[in-house]
């Protein structure tokens, strides 16, 4: 088991800012969204005072593109994606108490608030460049505005930052027959032109001191990509382009310039926060309360191509403006791909995860995607794998609740009287009960989600087990007495499983509460979950009478449900 953390007093959860330029896809969510959001419920089972903050990252030259292409103004266009993703993710029971975006006026507040500071203390610099100049459009042409034939394989068209043929980064300036993509002429000049670069050299002794505290707690994955970057040449980074959309670089001689969109993200979550609690009426401080406080655990939960931007450029702003805290935690994932290979909407390789889950429900997904979980190398998703992880919690979990609730109401229409709860925490089995419980909380609170839900399984299993080896159905026949006993043993494993999968499966748990009703509240179930046991004997010290008839919580899946989407990626093949 790792070593024990240290005990904060409140929790600042970060997912990744989508960006709002297309539809998320499984990758995205198992690799940010959900952990994020069983973290978030996890710590406030917990009793812990956690926010869990995202927002659209609505800024950068792919979204003008997009836009472009669609004969769209960027801000619908925009409204359009920040809308959908909120919609799925509600879809999905992720939750967050603030899901801002970056293309509001207090984001740009905050924002141009960091880029003074920087400037101010030198970190922000001013150098020449070559750029592209569309003469016929009057405009500057970033990278991703130029095609043309690439320098180094011919291949044609070349992107202007990227060769899809070869692969290899490219520099606009050098490619061949270059073309706006504005205009679609070649009246193209290369101008010399100046732009602001954040001086990432001059962090380089302060960043490697902070960096160093954080080796051997932090994922290797994380560890070791920045170990990479710092055995190489660091390097200085351009903040600001010549774009229409975006937020100002706000100096007077630096008209026409737009902040780069990398430089504007990551301040997306503070300035999310600070709106976060002038909306919600909270007295707190956005960075005394939060992010400047030590008693705060902050975790960014990114995916693996994120690491650079929140495990070293971050942590440099942040040094250099002294405005927050250095993140505390980094649990990045590395990619969750489809049937091996990545997920990609242009080519069709992908599922439709609104469609997929009108079909089958937020649980049933929410369980498997928590079960590929790429914490320790990339992952795949698979329709098999869903079918049998979907058999899974079916066989371990649906099943012996249903088991039991079916027995229970058959001989027990009446309810079970206190006597046969009686005692029952002096048996030996409610101490194995205690033991497989705690595991599960003991694991989120590590960033352990695959092995959480595997615990959570194990724990079921250990219910089944018992029920089955004290054969309910032959003790009723000689007591009844010791089959009560079973029963209300099996009736706390139940009230447990229903406070572990809180965070997993939220609908769910809420649907088994139902059973519940008048025994457990709310409050009750967090006491448990917190590793208060006597909740269980108090709730049913006068006896137990179910609300309801046992309901299938979950339906069996038709394999030939699947036949389809199987059928879609196949065809893609
Ligand atoms: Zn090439
Ligand atoms: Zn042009």
Not at 302 to 318: E, L, Q, R, T
Not at 352 to 362: I, M
Not at 402 to 413: A, D, N, Q, V
Request: one cysteine or more; a neutral charge; glycine letters at 6%.
């Amino acid at each position: 088991m790792p070593e024990n953390k240290k005990d904060y007093k409140k929790y600042l959860v970060t997912s990744a800012l989508p960006y709002a330029n297309g539809p998320l896809h499984f990758g995205h969510l198992t690799g940010v969204y959900i952990p994020a959001d069983i973290y978030t419920r996890h710590r406030r089972l917990q009793g812990k005072n956690i926010i869990h903050i995202s927002g659209s990252d609505e800024h950068g030259v792919a979204i003008m593109l997009a836009a472009e292409k669609q004969g769209m103004d960027y801000r619908p266009y925009v409204d359009q994606w920040h809308s959908n993703h909120k919609e799925l993710f509600k879809k999905f029971d992720i939750d967050f108490d603030f899901f801002g975006r970056t293309s509001a006026d207090y984001h740009a507040e905050e924002v141009v608030k960091w880029f003074k500071t920087l400037h101010d203390k030198k970190y922000i610099g001013v150098k020449s460049e070559k750029q592209q100049y569309c003469k016929k459009d009057q405009k500057y042409l970033p990278d991703r505005y130029v095609e043309g034939t690439c320098y180094l394989c011919g291949h044609s068209p070349a992107r202007g930052d990227e060769c899809p043929n070869c692969g290899e980064w490219l520099d606009a300036i050098k490619l061949k027959n270059p073309v706006c993509k504005i205009c679609g002429g070649s009246d193209i000049t290369i101008e010399e032109v100046e732009h602001y670069y954040l001086l990432l050299t001059k962090f380089e002794k302060k960043f490697r001191d902070w960096f160093a505290t954080k080796k051997k707690s932090w994922r290797t994955l994380v560890t070791g990509f920045v170990d990479g970057l710092l055995e190489k040449e660091i390097i200085d980074r351009a903040i600001s382009r010549n774009l229409d959309w975006g937020i100002d670089v706000p100096l007077a001689e630096a008209k026409g310039k737009k902040l780069y969109v990398w430089f504007d993200a990551p301040i997306g979550y503070v300035s999310n926060t600070k709106e976060y609690l002038k909306q919600s009426g909270k007295k707190e401080d956005y960075i005394k309360d939060w992010w400047k406080a030590d008693d705060v655990e902050i975790s960014h939960f990114i995916g693996k191509d994120n690491i650079i931007f929140h495990a070293y450029i971050w942590p440099c702003m942040s040094l250099g403006t002294e405005f927050i805290n250095q993140p505390t935690e980094i649990p990045a994932n590395q990619f969750l791909n489809l049937q091996g290979k990545q997920f990609s909407k242009s080519s069709g390789w992908y599922v439709d995860a609104e469609a997929a889950l009108a079909q089958f429900g937020a649980d049933s997904l929410r369980f498997y995607l928590c079960s590929i979980i790429p914490e320790g190398g990339d992952a795949s998703f698979t329709w098999e794998g869903f079918a049998s992880s979907y058999e899974e919690f079916g066989n371990k979990v649906g099943n012996f609740i249903h088991r039991t609730l079916s027995f229970f109401l058959k001989y027990w229409p009446e309810g079970l009287d206190a006597n046969a709860f009686k005692d029952l925490e002096k048996r030996p089995e409610f101490e194995t009960l205690k033991t497989g419980f705690k595991n599960i909380p003991n694991a989120l609170d590590h960033f352990q989600f695959t092995k959480a839900q595997a615990d959570l399984i194990l724990f079921s299993q250990g219910a089944n087990e018992f029920f089955h080896h004290s054969e309910p159905w032959k003790q009723i026949k000689t007591s009844k007495d010791d089959a009560a006993k079973t029963i209300a043993l099996s009736i706390f494993y139940i009230a447990c499983l229903n406070a572990l999968l809180k965070p997993f499966t939220p609908t769910l748990a809420e649907k088994l509460s139902e059973y519940f009703k008048g025994y457990l509240t709310e409050k009750d179930f967090a006491s448990l979950y917190q590793g208060d046991f006597t909740v269980l004997t108090k709730a049913f010290q006068n006896g137990y009478k179910a609300p309801l008839e046992p309901k299938v919580l979950l339906p069996r899946l038709d394999p030939k449900a699947l036949d389809p989407w199987k059928e879609a990626l196949l065809q893609k093949k």
